[in-house]
């Protein structure tokens, strides 16, 4: 081969480059996040709210848009209520109907709430990394949510 | 006719992907054995691809230059464009592979209606090259961008990648810039070979044949993430799994995936066979990565055989004595 040592060196770069994946992942746990659809804070809840907004699979592939469309409905045309496709009535609010099942788990734990490393928003569901949160599957898939940018748990609040 | 070929090839490549995104027992094929072969093939054939150009000879300098070569103390050398230095050869190839320098010179040649008859005008045509380097980059950022599904944890930056390129944060999911300049740009380089007659001629099916490929692969790409969602961390199990060797099938993945990786799998799979080698061949172009210095140093045809010499020492040890017997006169005595 002519030019061989470079070519060689060249092609090395080149195997390392398309088999990064295997090497950076090498004996890593595949494991992904866990969402429980029965957790101990949605048990508690009477058996006509235990189910979402819509259905888990509704929920998987739109929950950004149904978020979108609940902040337009809320902030820009007055309306607090949506009519989810069973006919059932929610009120429109991040804060009192998603977070009833999705941030109360940790955050109306003793145990977290009193552990000084969780001081800033533990029931803030952009940090917060357990599975009922947002940050779980977000940070899992790399998919950054604009809706902290604005939302966000006063520190008083925590307190 | 061409275009019909390389178009109907495509259809059937995305019926077997939709059959095999809609029939389940069949999604450990698409979805973990049918990728792993597809990349063996394609790392193994481009390995082997650019070994056996390695191997042909290249016995002269054949550099093409745009620029004043080194001569005269007071004549300035332009030392990329006709470098005399290793550094120099490396500026020379990396304007070439991350800019398309070649390709910016590109001129186009028509007959215009002159005062006296036709006349001959060139001009410069920057579109192909505008259309390249927005398609070339927009498939870079894209194919990087995917690796938040084969790290875990993601890097920085490739969520600051994929920040930038959704930067407009137009709807929800936010549009990827480099989605609309694909699209863009793969249509213009497909129109381009439909519309202009000379470049219509010298199309072949090998041409259209990417050109679909990789136009359906990104649309089936678009309508995953925008139309025909999928789970998006039952696809991350899969993918970590295909990058830890420990495959796994999640369950209710939706079909858009299937067909998408089914598509990507194919396309990597040709890619050694194809034309899309200029990948790795621009690297080993004879006129761009060599340095220009035919006449500088002595270069020697790599194939030389041993040539058998006989010096006229040798000469004379060997007929030193009947030499001076005829009286001839001998340099040692």
Same mark, same amino acid.
């Given at each position: 081969?002519?030019?061989?040592?470079?070519?060689?060196?060249?092609?090395?770069?080149?195997?390392?480059?398309?088999?990064?994946?295997?090497?950076?992942?090498?004996?890593?746990?595949?494991?992904?996040?866990?969402?429980?659809?029965?957790?101990?804070?949605?048990?508690?809840?009477?058996?006509?709210?235990?189910?979402?907004?819509?259905?888990?699979?509704?929920?998987?592939?739109?929950?950004?848009?149904?978020?979108?469309?609940?902040?337009?409905?809320?902030?820009?045309?007055?309306?607090?209520?949506?009519?989810?496709?069973?006919?059932?009535?929610?009120?429109?609010?991040?804060?009192?109907?998603?977070?009833?099942?999705?941030?109360?788990?940790?955050?109306?734990?003793?145990?977290?709430?009193?552990?000084?490393?969780?001081?800033?928003?533990?029931?803030?569901?952009?940090?917060?990394?357990?599975?009922?949160?947002?940050?779980?599957?977000?940070?899992?898939?790399?998919?950054?949510?604009?809706?902290?940018?604005?939302?966000?748990?006063?520190?008083?609040?925590?307190? | 006719?061409?275009?019909?070929?390389?178009?109907?090839?495509?259809?059937?490549?995305?019926?077997?992907?939709?059959?095999?995104?809609?029939?389940?027992?069949?999604?450990?094929?698409?979805?973990?054995?049918?990728?792993? @072969?597809? %990349?063996?093939?394609?790392?193994?054939?481009? *390995?082997? !691809?650019?070994?056996?150009?390695?191997?042909? #000879?290249? +016995? /002269?300098?054949?550099?093409?230059?745009?620029?004043?070569?080194?001569?005269?103390?007071?004549?300035?050398?332009?030392?990329?464009?006709?470098?005399?230095?290793?550094?120099?050869?490396?500026?020379?190839?990396?304007?070439?592979?991350?800019?398309?320098?070649?390709?910016?010179?590109?001129?186009?040649?028509?007959?215009?209606?002159?005062?006296?008859?036709?006349?001959?005008?060139?001009?410069?045509?920057?579109?192909?090259?505008?259309?390249? @380097?927005? %398609?070339?980059?927009?498939?870079?950022?894209? *194919?990087? !961008?995917?690796?938040?599904?084969?790290?875990? #944890?993601? +890097? /920085?930056?490739?969520?600051?990648?994929?920040?930038?390129?959704?930067?407009?944060?137009?709807?929800?999911?936010?549009?990827?810039?480099?989605?609309?300049?694909?699209?863009?740009?793969?249509?213009?380089?497909?129109?381009?070979?439909?519309?202009?007659?000379?470049?219509?001629?010298?199309?072949?099916?090998?041409?259209?044949?990417?050109?679909?490929?990789?136009?359906?692969?990104?649309?089936?790409?678009?309508?995953?993430?925008?139309?025909?969602?999928?789970?998006?961390?039952?696809?991350?199990?899969?993918?970590?799994?295909?990058?830890?060797?420990?495959?796994?099938?999640?369950?209710?993945?939706?079909?858009?995936?299937?067909?998408?990786?089914?598509?990507?799998?194919?396309?990597?799979?040709?890619?050694?066979?194809?034309?899309?080698?200029?990948?790795?061949?621009?690297?080993?172009?004879?006129?761009?990565?060599?340095?220009?210095?035919?006449?500088?140093?002595?270069?020697?045809?790599?194939?030389?055989?041993?040539?058998?010499?006989?010096?006229?020492?040798?000469?004379?040890?060997?007929?030193?004595?009947?030499?001076?017997?005829?009286?001839?006169?001998?340099?040692?005595?």
């Amino acid at each position: 081969m002519y030019k061989g040592g470079k070519i060689i060196a060249s092609l090395i770069i080149f195997a390392a480059l398309f088999t990064i994946p295997f090497f950076y992942n090498m004996g890593k746990v595949n494991a992904g996040p866990d969402v429980a659809l029965d957790t101990p804070a949605i048990q508690r809840l009477p058996a006509s709210e235990q189910q979402c907004v819509e259905s888990p699979e509704f929920m998987k592939e739109n929950h950004m848009q149904l978020l979108n469309q609940w902040r337009e409905e809320a902030v820009r045309n007055g309306q607090t209520v949506y009519i989810n496709s069973q006919g059932k009535k929610f009120d429109i609010s991040l804060q009192d109907t998603c977070l009833k099942c999705h941030a109360t788990e940790s955050a109306s734990n003793p145990v977290v709430l009193n552990n000084p490393a969780n001081s800033t928003g533990v029931s803030n569901p952009a940090l917060n990394a357990s599975p009922e949160f947002c940050a779980s599957c977000h940070d899992y898939s790399a998919v950054k949510p604009l809706c902290w940018t604005c939302h966000f748990e006063p520190k008083e609040a925590v307190k | 006719m061409k275009v019909l070929f390389s178009f109907l090839a495509v259809i059937l490549i995305i019926l077997v992907a939709t059959m095999g995104a809609f029939i389940t027992n069949l999604h450990y094929v698409f979805g973990i054995i049918i990728p792993y @072969l597809a %990349f063996a093939m394609f790392v193994g054939g481009f *390995i082997y !691809r650019v070994v056996k150009w390695g191997r042909s #000879p290249v +016995p /002269f300098r054949i550099p093409t230059t745009i620029g004043q070569q080194k001569s005269l103390p007071w004549i300035k050398q332009n030392k990329i464009e006709n470098p005399t230095s290793a550094f120099g050869v490396v500026v020379r190839m990396a304007m070439e592979v991350l800019f398309f320098r070649s390709l910016f010179r590109n001129t186009k040649t028509e007959l215009r209606e002159g005062q006296n008859g036709p006349e001959l005008a060139y001009g410069s045509a920057k579109w192909l090259w505008l259309g390249s @380097l927005f %398609f070339h980059w927009s498939f870079l950022i894209i *194919i990087v !961008r995917h690796l938040r599904f084969f790290l875990e #944890p993601i +890097p /920085f930056a490739i969520q600051a990648l994929e920040s930038i390129d959704g930067i407009l944060q137009i709807g929800l999911p936010a549009i990827y810039l480099t989605d609309v300049f694909i699209l863009v740009a793969i249509t213009y380089l497909f129109l381009r070979r439909i519309v202009v007659p000379q470049v219509r001629y010298i199309s072949l099916p090998a041409d259209f044949f990417p050109l679909f490929m990789i136009m359906s692969i990104a649309i089936s790409g678009v309508l995953m993430r925008y139309f025909y969602k999928v789970d998006l961390v039952a696809v991350k199990q899969l993918t970590i799994g295909l990058a830890t060797f420990q495959p796994v099938l999640p369950t209710g993945i939706g079909p858009m995936f299937f067909i998408h990786i089914f598509l990507v799998s194919t396309l990597f799979a040709y890619f050694p066979t194809s034309k899309l080698m200029h990948m790795g061949g621009i690297f080993m172009s004879p006129t761009r990565n060599m340095i220009s210095n035919n006449r500088m140093v002595r270069h020697i045809n790599p194939w030389n055989p041993e040539v058998k010499v006989h010096t006229y020492e040798q000469y004379e040890d060997e007929f030193r004595d009947k030499m001076k017997k005829a009286g001839i006169p001998v340099e040692k005595e």
